[in-house]
């Protein structure tokens, strides 16, 4: 079991920058591949970024691609994404998420994440 809290969320104008992070309790962080996702209202959960254990292989989505990064500190039992150049439609509720097993495809996807966290909101005025 592994237990994930979400913080850095808030109201930014369009342009500007946030850094969510995401603090990790429970078993050992280094264990577990890590990924941000973003639900919209009315949308569905969707893909955002992740990261291997090691930190080694990260991945994005096209729409953040050179505006997102994710990183990770196994000392720490963190994971972050710095968020650049913000836009309208990345307004939504980012989670963090882990994932038991290793660093693939599937790591863009829902369903393969074990945990999640309850989320921090994101919302980009224009």
């Known amino acids: 079991q592994v237990q994930l809290v979400e913080s850095g969320g808030g109201l930014v104008q369009a342009g500007d920058s946030l850094r969510l992070s995401c603090a990790a309790s429970?078993?050992?962080?280094?264990?577990?591949?890590m990924g941000w996702f973003r639900q919209a209202p009315g949308k569905e959960r969707e893909f955002v970024a992740a990261?291997?254990?090691?930190?080694?292989?990260?991945g994005y989505a096209d729409s953040v691609k050179g505006r997102f990064t994710i990183s990770r500190d196994n000392t720490k039992d963190t994971v972050s994404l710095q968020m650049n150049s913000l836009k309208p439609g990345d307004t939504a509720v980012y989670y963090c998420?882990?994932?038991?097993?290793?660093?693939?495809?599937?790591?863009?996807?829902?369903?393969?994440?074990?945990?999640w966290g309850q989320g921090t909101q994101v919302t980009v005025s224009s």
């Open positions: 990261i291997s254990r090691g930190g080694v292989q990260t």
């Open positions: 998420a882990a994932d038991l097993t290793y660093y693939s495809g599937r790591s863009a996807l829902v369903d393969a994440y074990d945990y």
């Open positions: 429970g078993r050992t962080f280094s264990a577990y591949v």
